[in-house]
C-alpha cells in the first residue's frame, strides 16, 4: 500500500489542488481501498475511491460492461474530489461531509434531524455503524501513510508509469504484442478497459504504460515516433519550447488541433496527405506536437 501511495498521491494532490479541495483528502482513498485500483466491495463499490455505479455516472463517468472508469485512476479521482467538494458545500463540515460519502447524503441527513443538531459529535450516534467507523479509519490512514517509518516499514518500490491517449479502437492485447508489452501488465493497470479494449472516442481515454514504454506505444498507436503530447491550450511558442527540450526538430512543428485551425510551418501538406502520412485522426479536442 505504502509503495502504491507514492504512485498514486501526486495524482490525487492535482486534482484537489484543481477543485482547492484539503490535501489530506488524498488519504480517504486509504482508508476506502486500501489504494487497491481494481478493488470491488460486496455492495457493488469499485475503485480506489469505491464509488457506486449511480453515484459515478451521476458524477458523468461511463460505468458498462465496456469502460467502467470507476476503475480508471484519473476519472475516478476528479469524479470523487468533485463529489466530496459538493457534500462539504451542503454540510458545511468535513466530518458530515465524510459520513455522507460513506453511506449518502440522506442517511446523513436523517441523522441529522434526529440529533436535533448539526455537530457530528451528536450525530455520529444516529448514524450505521459503519459510517462511524468510517472517520476513524480515515484518519488512522493518514497516520499510517506520514508515520510508518517510525515503525520500521519501508515502501516497495513501484514502477514508473505514465499514459498515452487513445482516440481509436485498438484491443490490449495489440498493443501488448506490437509494444512488446505483458497484456497481463497493461490489463493490471488499465482495469477501466472491461473488456480488454479501448473503444474510440472523441476525447480519447488514457492508456497507462510503463513509462519506460511509453514511446514505443505512442509510436505504434500515432504511427511516428516523433509526436510530443501537450495541453491543447498551449501555444506554438510554447509547443516550440517544449519540442526543444525533449530533443526533437523545432524547426517544423504541427499543434494538433481541430482541422479548421490548424497549425504548421513550411513544407505545407495538405490536411488528408498529413493525416494518412501520420496515421492519426485529429479531433477537436486532440493534443498532439508532431516533429514532421
Keep these: ?29 486509504v482508508a476506502e481501498s486500501m489504494l487497491v485500483p481494481g478493488a470491488v466491495s460486496s455492495a457493488s463499490a469499485a475503485g480506489l475511491w469505491q464509488l457506486m455505479p449511480a453515484t459515478a455516472r451521476e458524477m458523468g463517468l461511463r460505468v458498462d460492461s465496456i469502460v467502467d472508469e470507476r476503475l480508471d485512476l484519473y476519472r475516478s479521482t476528479e469524479a470523487a474530489v468533485l463529489m466530496l467538494k459538493r457534500l462539504h458545500g451542503q454540510f458545511d463540515d468535513w466530518h458530515l461531509a465524510l459520513a455522507a460519502y460513506n453511506c449518502g447524503d440522506g442517511r446523513v441527513r436523517q441523522a441529522i434531524r434526529a440529533a436535533n443538531s448539526r455537530k457530528y459529535e451528536k450525530v455520529a450516534r444516529f448514524l450505521p455503524s459503519e459510517t462511524q467507523r468510517y472517520v476513524a ?3 488512522a490512514a493518514a497516520y499510517a501513510v506520514n508515520y510508518y517509518g517510525d515503525h520500521g516499514l ?12 487513445v482516440h481509436r479502437y485498438m484491443s490490449l492485447n495489440k498493443i501488448a504484442r506490437e509494444c512488446d508489452l505483458r497484456l497481463s ?8 478497459f472491461v473488456q480488454g479494449y479501448i473503444p474510440s472516442r472523441g476525447v480519447g481515454y488514457r492508456l497507462r504504460v510503463p513509462s519506460h514504454k511509453k514511446q514505443a506505444v505512442q509510436r505504434f498507436l500515432w504511427g511516428r515516433e516523433n509526436l510530443v503530447e501537450l495541453p491543447r491550450d498551449e501555444n506554438l511558442e510554447a509547443a516550440y519550447a517544449t519540442a526543444t527540450i525533449m530533443g526533437y526538430d523545432p524547426i517544423r512543428i504541427l499543434l494538433g488541433v481541430n482541422a479548421e485551425s490548424l497549425v504548421y510551418q513550411q513544407p505545407v501538406w495538405s490536411f488528408v496527405a498529413l493525416r494518412e502520412s501520420l496515421l492519426i485522426t485529429f479531433f477537436d479536442r486532440y493534443r498532439a506536437v508532431a516533429s514532421l
Design 1 to 29: 500500500m505504502l509503495g502504491r501511495a507514492n504512485q498514486y498521491f501526486p495524482i490525487f494532490d492535482y486534482y484537489l489542488r484543481k477543485h482547492h479541495m484539503p490535501a489530506s483528502l488524498k488519504y480517504l482513498a
Design 137 to 139: 479509519n480515515y484518519v
Design 154 to 165: 519501508v515502501p516497495h518500490e513501484t514502477e514508473v508509469i505514465d499514459y498515452v491517449f
Design 185 to 192: 501488465t497493461l490489463r493490471r493497470l488499465n482495469p477501466n
